[in-house]
């Protein structure tokens, strides 16, 4: 990834993995947590640590579905006090980012699901952070839940950047900024920096750059996920060049394979992956010569 010109590595941390108990941390996995982040600055690479993941409902501990509302929150906090207590002084890491696509109900929902039923292969990566509205409106939900995971990490480290992953449910909503019920008005004052989650349709060049200009506050806005997954590659490039008054980063998508290694493949997946790679490196400033 380095070579290929990244200096932002996505990091996915499951829940389950580094949460034994409501309060007990895995330690095992704090320490691997933190020799990747050693890892990363001898690569000269920094870390996007996005926490708090359930994306495999078959891990997802039974003891963290049954917690109530308040319980969830404690034992998230705990989450990301353990990761930053380990990463406060790691140079390699970038940010923090709350959570995937976190996303808040605006009704009552059943005792204990808090995934989204959506799935991409076989993965969920949007979850509830309430159950129950109770009266709340979204945005001040949202505020809260955000508030108190971010106090969480500022017990221990008050170095580090804050934000939070929001999905746009795409362009056909007329106001995408709200779908998830983080509206970027009034969350900005609660992180460091907006991060969004949007993937440009074909034929709707226009709509995609909407979407994204709705996101702008007074802070940073990064586009923590962006791929040519539902437009063509030429049509992608434009997206970015024209995004680059808006958006102040970008990341994208690799799944292990460079574009020598993908040359010539006949599967559409990995030709759309080859020629997002090839313009990934023509574009990007960081790429190492």
């Known amino acids: 990834m380095r070579k290929l010109g990244a200096n932002v590595v996505r990091l996915h941390l499951q829940f389950a993995s580094f949460m034994d108990a409501p309060n007990r941390p895995n330690r095992l996995n704090l320490a691997r947590l933190e020799r990747l982040a050693r890892l990363a600055e001898e690569l000269g ?40 207590s380990t990463c406060a002084g790691r140079p390699g890491v970038f940010a923090y980012n709350l959570m995937n696509e976190p996303i808040v109900s605006g009704e009552s929902r059943p005792a204990g699901v808090w ?9 969920h990566y949007v979850e509830f952070i309430n159950l129950e509205p109770a009266g709340r409106q979204r945005p001040d939900i949202a505020r809260q839940w955000v508030r108190q995971m971010t106090q969480a990490i500022r017990k221990h480290d008050r170095r580090h950047l804050v934000t939070v992953g929001i999905m746009t449910g795409g362009m056909k909503f007329p106001h995408p900024e709200e779908v998830a019920g983080f509206p970027p008005s009034k969350l900005a004052a609660e992180v460091d920096y907006i991060s969004v989650h949007l993937y440009p349709e074909k ?87």
């Open 45 to 84: 690479l920094y870390l996007d640590i996005t926490g708090l993941g359930s994306y495999r409902v078959k891990d997802i501990p039974p003891w963290y579905s049954k917690l109530s509302e308040r319980e969830h929150w404690v034992a998230q906090a705990g989450f990301w006090e353990a990761v930053a």
């Open 115 to 123: 995934v989204h039923p959506n799935e991409l292969g076989g993965l």
């Open 203 to 289: 034929g709707m060049l226009d709509a995609a750059i909407d979407t994204l200009a709705r996101f702008k506050t007074s802070k940073p806005l990064v586009l923590e996920e962006t791929y040519p997954l539902n437009c063509g590659v030429p049509e992608f490039s434009a997206f970015l060049a024209r995004s680059r008054g808006i958006a102040n980063g970008w990341l994208g998508f690799y799944w292990g394979q460079t574009p020598e290694q993908l040359q010539g493949s006949i599967l559409p997946a990995e030709k759309r992956t080859h020629d997002w790679l090839e313009l990934f490196q023509s574009i990007n400033p960081n790429r190492l010569k």
